[in-house]
C-alpha cells in the first residue's frame, strides 16, 4: 500500500510497534518504512537502542527493551518518523514532532490526523516543548483515547 497510495497499510504500522505490554514505559516508534541513506535516530540514541549499521541505507531497528523513551531520537530524525508513545489505562500518550507555525498550547483540543491525512480523533495537547537545540522543531506531547494508537500521528487546528 506504501508504494501505492504513500500510506502505511495497517499492517506496517503495527510492525513498527512493540508488544503493548513494553507500553507501559514510553518508547521510540520509527515509522521509517522505505531504505533511504540517514541514521541521526542510530547516532543520537544514548542507550543504543536503535541500530541502523555501516550500510547508512539500512531501515532502523529498534530494541524497545533498552529504549528508555528519551526522545532524542524525535527531534533529531529529519523525516519526522520518530514518536514516542506510552498507555495509560485509556488513553495513548504521544510525543510528536511539530513543524508548522501555528503551534497549538497546553490545554487545546486539536483534531487528531490519521496518516492519510484525515481526522480520526480528538487530541488533547498536554505540552509544548520549544527548545533552542531542537532546530524549529516542537515536541508536542498528546493524549488521545487509547483505541487510536495505530491511527493518530498528528494533529490539526480543528
Not at 532502523?60 to 520518530?82: K, S
Not at 506510552?86 to 500518550?93: F, Y
Request: net charge negative; aromatic share 6%.
Amino acid at each position: 500500500m506504501l508504494k501505492r497510495t504513500g500510506v502505511p497499510d495497517r499492517s506496517q504500522i503495527k510492525d513498527a510497534f512493540p508488544d503493548e505490554s513494553y507500553l507501559i514505559k514510553p518508547k521510540a516508534i520509527i515509522e521509517c518504512f522505505e531504505a533511504i541513506p540517514c541514521n541521526p535516530c542510530e547516532t543520537s540514541c544514548p542507550v543504543g537502542a536503535i541500530t541502523i549499521g555501516a550500510d547508512i541505507n539500512k531501515i532502523p531497528v529498534i530494541d524497545h527493551a533498552i529504549c528508555t523513551g528519551c526522545g532524542q531520537c524525535v527531534h533529531n530524525c529529519p523525516g519526522l518518523a520518530v514518536h514516542i508513545v506510552s498507555i495509560k489505562e485509556d488513553k495513548a500518550l504521544f510525543r510528536i514532532p511539530y513543524e508548522m507555525p501555528d503551534v497549538p498550547k497546553q490545554g487545546d483540543i486539536w483534531d487528531g490526523i490519521g496518516r492519510d491525512g484525515k481526522t480520526v480523533c480528538e487530541a488533547t495537547i498536554t505540552a509544548v516543548t520549544q527548545k533552542e537545540g531542537f532546530d524549529k522543531t516542537t515536541i508536542l506531547n498528546v493524549e488521545t483515547d487509547k483505541t487510536y494508537l495505530y491511527d493518530f500521528i498528528t494533529v490539526r487546528r480543528p
